[in-house]
Structure formats: C-alpha cells, structure tokens
C-alpha cells in the first residue's frame, strides 16, 4: 500500500471514507437541534467543510462561519460550491479567532475528542455565541464501539495487531458530553443518540474507504506484508454483513448533546 495522507490534512481522502455517513449523521443532529433560519452559525473543527454545506443547504443561515486548524482542509472546503456563502478561517479551537457574542449557534462535529482540552473549546464556543444562544456537539460513540472503524478495529485485534486506544475516548460517551457542557455554564443541557447505517457497493469500496487515508489503524496494515493483508481482509469478508449482492451494510452510532448559553 502506498502510505496514505493524514487523517488531519487530506480532505479529499476523508470525503471518500467518512464524508457519507458524516452528512447522514449531521442531517439527524440538525433536525434534533430545530433552530429558526437566519441565524448566525459558526463551525468549529469544520475540517472539509462537510458539515458546514449541510449548515447552508438546509438552515438557510443569516451568517456562515467556519474554524480549522489545518491550512489545507481549509483550501479543500473552500472548493465547495458553497464557499462564497462561508467565512473560512484558520485556527484553534481552544482560542477561537471570533468576538464574544459574535453568533447565534456554535456547533462541533465529530471533532471534539481530537481536541486537546476539550473543556476549553467547548466554553471557547459559549463565549462567541450571544446569551440564549445554542452550543452542540455530537461525536461518533467510539467507547461502546459502534462506531464507523469497528469491524476493522476487530479483524485487526483478532489477528493480534495492537492498536493505539482513541485520544480522549471518554469524551465520546454521551454522559460524559452532557457533563462537559454542564460545567462551563450552558444551561438546558439535553442529549441524544444517533443511529445511521453504514453502506458499501462491495468489499473493495469497504476497503478503499477504510484504508486511504493515515489513521492509527492503517499504520499497521502498511507494516503487513502481502501474505498478512491476505489473511486480513479474508477475516473482514467474513465478519462484514454482506447481501448476496455483495453490499456491505452495517449500523454505526454517534452521540450528540446541545445547550443554551444563559441570558
């Protein structure tokens, strides 16, 4: 296997394992947030951009911002058609470059355990949004591991691969996010899991969308010789819920949690 960009910077190769079911799963946590159009957004972690057109297409909002630390999922969001709508900016979550009450709603998706205090860019978030306003956030449940890489993740421990733990994973659990946002001050603090399922045309789209981009679970898969990447995806056809079509389909889980900045 050619070695793969990472995880953080190559949008491209994240639209094509993850952009899918990120757009599924940002279609329930909007319908479940029912805010009015016409408010001012910002996301924050906007990575491709994904969640940021979903925020566009579908909440027709008065003002559209978007924060990321990476330069060049910055440049690949700015290629959507809906970039002359979006007010891009580079930065870090745990400082964000905004005034305080500069907007409405502050969302997170699937980013807040990738950040290192997680704490602080949550009440980063409450600080720019005004009082009354909305902070959320929802994250694939990575602790119970129903989650998008979970049978990956098995094939490879079945194999005795070791595998890195996921940074922050207890950040992952809704209890735990319901907590978070409770202790920087947000008031009505609610959660709700969401349920999406997974599918792939064949194993090779399964295979593809999980292997090209560097992650912490393809770092080894490029260690394997061809003989161990062999026996690998043999272990996955069998544990892959497959139709007789050859189409893959699997249910993967993400928690989502929202409150409201007091007046």
Do not use: H
């Not at 009082?131 to 979970?150: K, Q």
């Amino acid at each position: 296997m050619a070695e793969p960009k990472s995880f953080f910077t190559d949008g491209a190769a994240y639209e094509r394992r993850m952009g899918r079911w990120s757009r599924s799963a940002g279609e329930v946590f909007l319908d479940w947030l029912s805010l009015p159009n016409g408010l001012r957004w910002l996301d924050v972690g906007c990575g491709t951009g994904a969640f940021t057109e979903l925020v566009v297409e579908r909440c027709s909002p008065g003002k559209m911002s978007a924060v990321d630390p990476s330069a060049d999922q910055i440049s690949f969001a700015q290629a959507r058609p809906s970039t002359d709508q979006v007010d891009y900016r580079i930065g870090d979550a745990r400082e964000l470059p905004c005034d305080d009450s500069e907007f409405d709603v502050a969302a997170m998706a699937l980013v807040i355990s990738f950040v290192p205090e997680p704490a602080q860019a949550i009440a980063e978030m409450k600080r720019v949004v005004a009082p009354g306003g909305t902070v959320a956030s929802y994250m694939w449940d990575m602790a119970s591991g129903c989650n998008t890489r979970r049978p990956m993740r098995e094939a490879l421990e079945a194999m005795g691969v070791e595998l890195p733990p996921t940074p922050r994973i207890e950040f992952t659990r809704l209890d735990t996010m319901r907590d978070l946002l409770g202790s920087v001050g947000l008031d009505d603090v609610a959660g709700r899991t969401i349920e999406i399922q997974l599918e792939f045309a064949n194993f090779d789209d399964y295979w593809t969308a999980q292997t090209g981009q560097a992650t912490p679970i393809t770092k080894p898969i490029l260690a394997m010789s061809a003989e161990e990447v062999e026996q690998l995806k043999a272990s996955l056809r069998k544990r892959l819920p497959t139709n007789t079509e050859g189409r893959i389909t699997y249910m993967a889980r993400a928690n989502a949690v929202k409150g409201r900045v007091p007046e």
